[in-house]
């Protein structure tokens, strides 16, 4: 597989990534008067939370795993003042809110399939916490700048976007870039 110039792994790490890992249903919390934060989100795979601890380490975060009820994994970076203004970029009061200026990249869009993403007998799943709210629709539209077309779903297994076609689904992988260990099945392949 032949990797794009524009994905993943042809840019350096940035703490701006990380927006890739609120619409996987990342959240944020404040401290020391929101000069600090920490970004947190749950997975249900070890793999899971072993590649985001990397892809947090790669922008220079420590990070730790607890567990979360339900068996799944709560995977935290450190709380930092290096994240305090990027968490205020994303909340108004105590609300989750997508910035008007919101610009995923590749490497953003790979935290998002690391985190949540799903392949599926009818292609590959990004799911999300957030249904039917702003952020979703956001989502769509981040997607469609990327090039990669996707479908609103909500399904058994989730609620998202769908990618399909091989088309599609090369131009996925091409940007988020190589499987992350263990990932299985659970890597679109271009």
Do not use: N
């Amino acid at each position: 597989m032949q990797f794009s110039l524009f994905g993943a792994e042809a840019a350096d790490p940035l703490v701006e990534d990380l927006d890739g890992v609120l619409f996987a249903g990342g959240d944020w919390v404040r401290a020391d008067g929101g000069s600090a934060a920490r970004l947190s989100v749950l997975v249900a795979e070890q793999w899971r939370a072993d590649a985001l601890r990397e892809e947090f380490a790669d922008r220079d975060l420590a990070s730790d795993t607890a567990a979360a009820p339900g068996d799944l994994i709560a995977v935290r970076t450190e709380i930092t003042p290096r994240l305090g203004q990027h968490a205020l970029r994303w909340t108004r009061g105590a609300a989750l809110r997508p910035p008007a200026d919101l610009a995923l990249s590749a490497s953003g869009l790979r935290l998002w399939a690391i985190a949540a993403g799903r392949a599926e007998e009818a292609g590959y799943l990004l799911r999300m916490a957030d249904p039917d709210g702003e952020l979703h629709r956001m989502a769509g539209a981040q997607l469609a700048r990327l090039g990669v077309t996707a479908v609103a779903v909500g399904s058994r297994v989730g609620t998202g976007w769908r990618v399909t076609s091989v088309k599609r689904l090369r131009r996925l992988a091409e940007l988020i870039g190589a499987p992350p260990a263990g990932c299985g099945p659970d890597w679109p392949r271009g």
